[in-house]
């Protein structure tokens, strides 16, 4: 299927971004806005299948960056069969990591874990970063720069995104260092900061409720967590998901329930996605969606893509404003996590937000490590 800028892009304005104003909001991505399963797979598959076609026989490592593709870094992986690990701004115990930065983000600092590619680096012929967009290229750019100083000559790199925006400088910039491109749509990026400025930001903003949500909340741990901030060959991880979808199938909570929400938490996003799918599989309505450190102007325009904003706090840290966009009303709702504090704030704040849209039954699903 061939996938066009209008089907695809919707900008939002940014809260009090000084240095990229705009926010290109893929609506088929399944993070700002809740979509249907498998149109975001198909959107994703259609990716993989060009960079299967351009790096046939290579032994590749897919790292998805976190937190808007970390679910498409991992469909591509999945597909692909190849290795998988993401970039986080999460802490993991006992690590080293490679750091950079994202200078146009809310979160700007990012990190790989510098141990699993020590790993798998003379085992990979080619690192490819996957996005949902490349603007610029310049934060993959300064990965590189630390992955070439550390690891010369061992590995070719190469970048798959939904969209790509780049100029005509920044693309002859990448040719010339012979790091190739893999997208869906090209975009233009001139009118984004007029078109953001044009809306109101006059949505509804709803702020945090931290008390207790009270009686009825469903909850469930499952064992077998696997962690893709750390490098997974992705059919396990896949098989781990499949695991994890089964627990909560057995559970029975969604049996009789017919239009269902699957909302992720934050760079847990893929797990959540391959949820939903196996429930539209079983022929309910289902849409997915994760909440986001992105603090992003809802409006009440038609064309805008956002226009609810619930204000939450983060289920992995409770000083953490994190937000959910547009949830709607379903027989049942689902939130799954891989957050492994045993906090009650960030759980508070979510399931308030999704009662106060009329969901009652509400299943919290904690993929633990045992």
């Not at 749509?185 to 400025?197: C, P």
């Amino acid at each position: 299927m061939k996938y066009s800028e209008e089907q695809l892009v919707r900008i939002a304005r940014r809260e009090k971004n000084t240095k990229r104003s705009y926010l290109v909001v893929n609506r088929l991505q399944g993070k700002h806005v809740p979509v249907c399963p498998d149109e975001a797979f198909a959107m994703f598959l259609e990716l993989a299948a060009l960079v299967r076609k351009a790096y046939q026989d290579e032994r590749l490592l897919l790292i998805g960056f976190a937190e808007t593709a970390t679910a498409i870094g991992a469909a591509l992986a999945v597909e692909l069969n190849t290795l998988y690990m993401q970039t986080t701004r999460e802490e993991i115990p006992g690590v080293e990591y490679l750091y950079f930065s994202e200078s146009h983000s809310h979160a700007t600092e990012q990190k790989l874990v510098r141990d699993d590619i020590d790993r798998v680096v003379d085992e990979t012929d080619r690192i490819v970063f996957v996005e949902d967009e490349v603007t610029t290229g310049n934060t993959i750019l300064k990965i590189i720069d630390l992955l070439e100083k550390r690891y010369p000559g061992k590995s070719a790199f190469g970048v798959a995104s939904l969209l790509n925006g780049m100029d005509e400088k920044a693309l002859n910039t990448y040719a010339d260092r012979g790091i190739s491109l893999q997208y869906l749509v090209k975009t233009q990026h001139g009118r984004y900061t007029e078109i953001a400025g044009r809306y109101r930001g006059d949505g509804v903003y709803v702020e945090a409720d931290l008390s207790n949500p009270g009686d009825g909340l469903t909850e469930l741990t499952v064992p077998g967590w696997m962690n893709a901030r750390r490098c997974v060959l992705a059919s396990d991880y896949r098989k781990a998901c499949e695991n994890l979808w089964i627990s909560i199938l057995e559970c029975g909570f969604l049996t009789e329930k017919k239009k269902v929400l699957v909302t992720g938490t934050e760079e847990f996003m893929y797990p959540a996605l391959y949820v939903a799918e196996k429930l539209q599989e079983q022929g309910k309505t289902v849409k997915c969606h994760s909440t986001t450190r992105s603090p992003i102007e809802v409006s009440s325009e038609e064309e805008y893509p956002l226009h609810r904003r619930y204000e939450l706090r983060s289920l992995y840290e409770d000083e953490r404003r994190t937000f959910l966009y547009d949830p709607d009303r379903y027989d049942g709702a689902v939130i799954l996590t891989d957050a492994q504090n045993n906090s009650r704030t960030g759980i508070n704040t979510l399931v308030h937000a999704l009662r106060s849209c009329g969901n009652e039954e509400i299943l919290l699903v904690r993929w633990c490590q045992s």
